[in-house]
């Protein structure tokens, strides 16, 4: 199997397409994509096994789709989309929507209603074992995500079924549209919370492509579900994205949530691009 890197798909690959395409078409939810260029990076190109078309193929699900920009440049990077449809993003009558849609090549489930896609994930992974197939089902979600009851009743539905076909990966970034996680509701011990609703629990570094690649190869219970609960930083890649500082629009406070929703000026993305440049 060729390595995540042999790929093409280094992190910051993915994170300067999203800054491109951001740009391009002027959109926000910039720093919900960069965050998960490491988890995307080691799914797609060390722990997804299958050829498209082939029906026993792994299966992703991108529950927290407005990354979806993120998922559109990994499909890029593996030739599953050209330039000419990655330059569609976000224009008239362009598949290459805010949230995936199963038009475009490389996504099997449209996503973006929050809290849904364990649900989709959890009946697909039953669906597998009914039809004795050896697919696994990938779902990352956001911690916020963690706020909806739709998640708790899949999850209870998984345990309940055994589907230990199935991988979460929670994005742990903190944050969400209204503010910080632990301010708007606090889900800080997912570990336990996961656990007792009988998951496999597992915690790791979410920017680590090795440790997230470790997480899903490390052997599996054949009676639980497994979740992976991965930490990381909101905007990553890009300093002031991180610290929620805006730079064109000084009368806006330093939040988080800024870079849920800015679209980027010029020169914020000269700045971001040259961040990118200089890490590489």
Known sequence: MLSTLDKGLYPNAI???????????????????LCVAEILAALYGEVIKGNPGDPDRDRFVLSKGHA??????????????????????????????????????????????????????????????????????????????????????????????????????IDANGQQAFGLTRDVLNASNLNERWNSFGWRVSEVDGHSVSALVNVFSSGSSDSAPHVAIAKTTFGRGVSFMEQGRPLSQAHLPVHPINWHYLPMSDQEYEIARAELERAR
């Not at 395409?21 to 926000?28: C, H, L």
């Not at 989709?120 to 911690?143: K, N, P, T, V």
């Open 15 to 33: 994170r300067r397409l999203i800054l491109d395409q951001s740009k391009r078409a002027n959109v926000g939810h910039i720093g919900s994509c």
């Open 68 to 169: 979806a920009l993120a998922l559109y440049a990994v499909l890029r990077l593996r030739g599953q989309i050209t330039d000419e449809e990655l330059n569609t993003f976000y224009c008239d009558g362009s598949f290459l929507g805010v949230h995936p849609e199963r038009a475009v090549p490389g996504i099997d489930f449209s996503t973006g209603s929050l809290g849904h896609g364990l649900s989709i994930a959890a009946g697909a992974a039953l669906a597998a074992r009914m039809q004795e197939s050896r697919r696994r089902l990938f779902c990352l979600i956001s911690d916020a995500e963690c706020n909806e009851g739709s998640v708790w009743e899949a999850a209870m539905f998984a345990a309940h079924h055994k589907l230990h076909n199935l991988h979460v990966i």
